[in-house]
């Protein structure tokens, strides 16, 4: 979690753009403005280690996880994330390895975060898992992208960067029919400061700072053809912007194709489809459409490739990892 503070005459062409805009959509509506300050992703419903470092349990094979997100297209600079999520299953635990490119605007980030979760038994179909986090993220801003006025606006001449230090950590309940957990994906907050050719970081790990995750979901099967409905739900807090909250619908037929529709309190609305190539590899994608910004129409797209070192086997065989 970062937070930029500019402290710089507003003279470039850009940016008094993005003054119009301001006066234009925000103010007349008469409500507090809040920011987007974790990444938005919709493939956590097919992948929950992206929002629960703990769920890297729930793989028994090594598995690669390949994603990328463009949001609001029709806007330039808006943001855009790839990444990539590794997992190694041992025993009762599993390791894992994020890595993560985002970009808006002039600002970039990239994150490494090397994962670790235990799973014990409760009862017999019922386990839990606690998952940690650890790593570093490197913030940048290149202000040169910005074409001020004055060419020799020194403002905005420079670029700059800095390495600062962060951790998640997550619990999940899990059954074979249903699930809940809790996450914070970033205990530390990173507050930029930008003046004239200083660029400056402090580092918080406040509780008030934190983002929380909840998030749970249920799957029912039908009695015929290997069909199943799962129904999922995310909700975010944050003390500082009001609550968000995902609702989830996913069906699956014959455990080869999917496909759902999800709604968001933020004026969102998704629709996703997922496809089982072969044994190995599955993709999914996902379009956003988007209704927040004064009835305005945005739209995204989000794909995934997913690879598992494992063979399909019939249901009889068990997992040796409970």
């Known amino acids: ?46 992948f929950n280690p992206l929002i629960n470092t703990a769920a890297i349990n729930d793989y028994d094979y090594f598995t690669a996880f390949l994603y990328g997100r463009r949001q609001w297209v029709s806007i330039n600079g808006a943001p855009l994330k790839t990444g990539l999520e590794l997992i190694q299953p041992f025993q009762n635990n599993s390791a894992g390895l994020s890595i993560s490119q985002e970009s808006y605007g002039v600002h970039n980030k990239q994150r490494i975060l090397a994962n670790y979760s235990h799973r ?37 001449g420079y670029s700059k960067s800095v390495v600062s230090p962060d951790f998640s950590f997550g619990m999940k309940l899990k059954h ?11 205990l530390i907050s990173t507050e930029i400061v930008a003046y ?42 944050d003390v500082n912007s009001p609550v968000d909250a995902d609702l989830n619908m996913l069906y699956s037929h014959n455990k080869y194709f999917s496909m759902g529709i999800s709604y968001r309190t933020k004026r969102e609305i998704l629709y996703f489809g997922q496809l089982q190539i072969n044994e190995r590899l599955k993709a999914g994608y996902c379009y956003h459409s988007n209704f927040n910004l ?20 019939p249901l009889n065989i068990q997992s040796p990892r409970f």
Request: hydrophobic content about 35%.
């Open 120 to 156: 014990v038994k409760l009862m017999r179909y019922h386990t839990l898992s606690f998952g940690l986090g650890g790593g570093a993220q490197i913030i940048s801003s290149n202000f040169t992208k910005i074409k001020p006025f004055d060419p020799d606006d020194e403002q905005f």
């Open 196 to 237: 004239e050719s200083e660029y400056t970081a402090s580092y918080h790990a406040m509780p008030q700072n934190w983002i929380y995750y909840l998030h749970g979901g249920y799957k029912y099967n039908f009695k015929y053809y290997e069909q199943y409905l799962q129904i999922s739900s995310l909700v975010k807090i």
């Open 1 to 46: 979690m970062c937070q930029y503070r500019k402290h710089t005459n507003l003279t470039a062409q850009n940016l008094f753009r993005l003054l119009i805009l301001f006066y234009v959509f925000l103010l007349p509506q008469k409500q507090n403005i809040y920011c987007q300050t974790q990444p938005d992703l919709a493939h956590y419903m097919a």
């Open 294 to 313: 004064n009835n305005a129409y945005l739209a995204g797209h989000e794909l995934y490739v997913q690879y598992s070192h494992a063979i399909m086997r």
């Open 176 to 186: 074979k029919d249903y699930y809940v957990g809790i996450a914070i994906p970033s």
